[in-house]
DNA sequence: AGTGGCACCTGTGTGC
DNA sequence: TGCACACAGGTGCCAC
């Protein structure tokens, strides 16, 4: 489901509920989910939240007894609900907040993750965040920075800007569509493109991730922010899910091939 | 070190 | 109708 613009709409949508609410119980399911859920997450109770931010496609909600971080995988999504709302298939973790409102994780495929770090130490040097790529949107990522780390990097462009090492937040709709914006073959060897290609993905990357954001992120099949709207971004996508349909800037059709796995969609006159 | 392949898991749509 | 298979927005591990 969600890539970076999805995931920083559903934390704008729980923040305003969690910022500085107290933890009154934790809910934690018994599927694991990427990995099981700690345990140590029912000790919450009592705790105060004392913020909330992103890093990469995980939430980070801090408090005075650790920090939670969360990952939606591929289906997970939060929804905002009254407390002793019944679970249903697929919830499996609550905050429940004093004053009624509970924060709740759904997550079909369970590829998703929730885990927490110990007061005291530094949740950025946890071992699912220590060895992330720069932020789109932080002043460091920028061609040049994106030349100098494509060097020697013989796998297609398309891949590379998925490496979460490389940069984070681009997904495989997005990196679709940051490609097709920058006149560039999903198919080109990363280390072949030219610095001023680089730039124009660069900047690409950060003006489509953003304008996403905007829209309230993408709506493929079930994402919604934590307050149920869909995200419209889906009515911007040039070429992602429209194989067969004609470029809308030069009409030829558009192209669905397989890289790494993934579905990569592309105009064949447009992108060289 | 870099890379391709696969695993994790459930649901949905397609074609026979 | 039933079944098999492909595919889905992410990430990490493994063998080469």
Redesign the pocket.
């Known amino acids: 489901?969600?890539?970076l613009p999805?995931v920083e709409v559903t934390m704008r949508g729980i923040a305003p509920v969690l910022d500085g609410a107290v933890i009154e119980d934790v809910y934690v399911g018994d599927?694991?989910l990427?990995e099981p859920m700690p345990r140590e997450l029912l000790g919450l109770k009592g705790a105060r939240v004392q913020g909330l931010s992103r890093r990469?496609?995980?939430i980070l909600v801090s408090t005075d007894r650790g920090t939670i971080i969360m990952?939606?995988?591929?289906?997970g999504h939060l929804k905002v609900v009254k407390t002793g709302t019944p679970r249903v298939?697929?919830d499996h973790f609550d905050i429940c907040l004093e004053g009624g409102t509970t924060v709740r994780l759904n997550d079909?495929?369970?590829?998703g993750?929730v885990t927490l770090v110990p007061p005291g130490e530094d949740p950025l040097k946890d071992?699912?965040l220590i060895?992330?790529g720069p932020e789109p949107f932080d002043p460091s990522f920028d061609g040049k920075y994106l030349k100098e780390r494509l060097k020697?990097?013989?796998?297609?462009i398309k891949?590379?800007l998925?490496?979460?090492k490389v940069v984070?937040?681009?997904?495989?709709?997005y990196a679709s569509e940051v490609l097709f914006l920058s006149g560039i073959s999903p198919k080109k060897q990363?280390?072949r493109l030219t610095l001023a290609q680089c730039e124009k993905v660069a900047e690409n990357i950060v003006k489509v991730l953003r304008a996403s954001i905007e829209s309230g992120?993408?709506?493929?099949?079930?994402?919604s922010g934590a307050d149920g709207k869909l995200?419209y971004f889906v009515q911007s996508l040039n070429v992602?899910?429209h194989a067969g349909e004609p470029c809308k800037v030069c009409g030829t059709k558009i192209k669905?091939i397989?890289q790494?796995?993934?579905?990569t969609f592309y105009c064949p006159h447009c992108q060289k």
């Open positions: 489901m969600p890539e999805e599927k694991p990427r990469a496609k995980y990952h939606l995988g591929m289906t298939l697929h079909i495929r369970r590829f993750l071992r699912h060895d992330l020697g990097k013989k796998i297609a891949q590379a998925m490496d979460s984070v937040g681009v997904g495989n709709i990363a280390s992120g993408t709506t493929i099949r079930d994402f995200g992602y899910g669905s397989v790494g796995q993934r579905s």
